[in-house]
């Protein structure tokens, strides 16, 4: 068995199947991680949701929520306010099946263990200062939020925003679970102390002094397991300082990443331009 990490989907959906196509991969016996944002921007997000769905109810794979994922949640339950031109999520939300889609990606996971090895995987990263115990622990806790009977309004009213930056293990509330969705699912930049920083999303070439990559820190305390993450495009493949990043740029005419997790082997696939950065600010 082969436990092949898949980098962000965002609706590449063709481009899941080249992949998966290209490394052989057996779905009675390999498993798959998704690492989140299986939707929006790329033409086919239902296609994905449906493929990612099927394959995690037939216990051949995981998924951990992404920015997207949540961004897709936020449009089920009608918040416009954060609804872009370059969003392409009209597809599921008209789609015969989104209550059954939509509810059941509102269950999935922050954070998902291998059973074996010493081995996580994230949408964005964990901040420095958590221990893993304590990472599945703060994962628990929105994960049991969003499946509770609110998280339409928790959704709607508490989801979004950057402050907290900075946490404390004794914030309590919708602060708190607002600091862990952002560091799960956001998170680039911070400092040592795991103080957010939202508005660089380059590579790390651009930035310098107290700010860095969440994942170089000397004295980051989650170093005793790998860490699967996506989210971050203009990364790269880095596998270094522990941690693997798997958003190689599909969607932007770089590479699908498959890493087989358990013989460290990283496959990409080609891909061509769906979608066009922006100028300005974007989300990603
Ligand atoms: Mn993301």
Redesign the pocket.
């Known amino acids: 068995m082969t436990t092949y990490v898949i980098g962000?989907l965002q609706g590449c959906y063709d481009q899941l199947v080249a992949l998966l196509d290209d490394i052989n991969y057996r779905p009675e016996e390999d498993h798959l991680w998704f690492v989140?944002?299986i939707v929006n921007r790329g033409p086919k997000s239902l296609e994905c949701l449906r493929f990612v769905k099927q394959a995690c109810e037939n216990g051949q794979a995981d998924i951990v929520l992404?920015?997207?994922d949540f961004h897709l949640l936020a449009a089920y339950c009608g918040v416009e306010k954060y609804i872009s031109k370059s969003d392409t999520l009209s597809p599921i939300l008209e789609a015969e099946d989104a209550d059954q889609l939509v509810n059941w990606l509102r269950k999935q996971p922050l954070l998902v263990s291998h059973p074996v090895f010493e081995a996580v995987m994230v949408?964005?990263g964990i901040p420095p200062q958590w221990t893993i115990e304590q990472a599945k622990g703060y994962a628990k806790e929105l994960e049991a939020q969003l499946k509770g009977p609110d998280w339409q309004s928790y959704i709607v009213n508490h989801l979004f925003g950057s402050e907290p930056d900075s946490w404390d293990e004794a914030l309590t509330g919708y602060e708190r679970l607002r600091y862990i969705v952002n560091a799960f699912?956001r998170m680039r930049y911070c400092n040592a102390e795991g103080k957010l920083e939202f508005k660089t999303k380059s590579a790390p070439k651009d930035i310098g002094g107290e700010y860095q990559p969440w994942f170089v820190f000397p004295n980051r305390r989650n170093k005793d397991h790998e860490i699967f993450f996506?989210?971050w495009s203009t990364l790269g493949a880095i596998d270094a300082y522990q941690v693997h990043a798997t958003d190689t740029g599909c969607l932007w005419g770089g590479q699908m990443t498959a890493y087989a997790l358990e013989n460290k082997q990283r496959f990409s696939l080609d891909c061509e331009q769906v979608c066009k950065p922006k100028q300005k600010k974007k989300k990603?």
């Open positions: 962000d989140g944002d992404g920015n997207h949408h964005a699912c996506g989210h990603s």
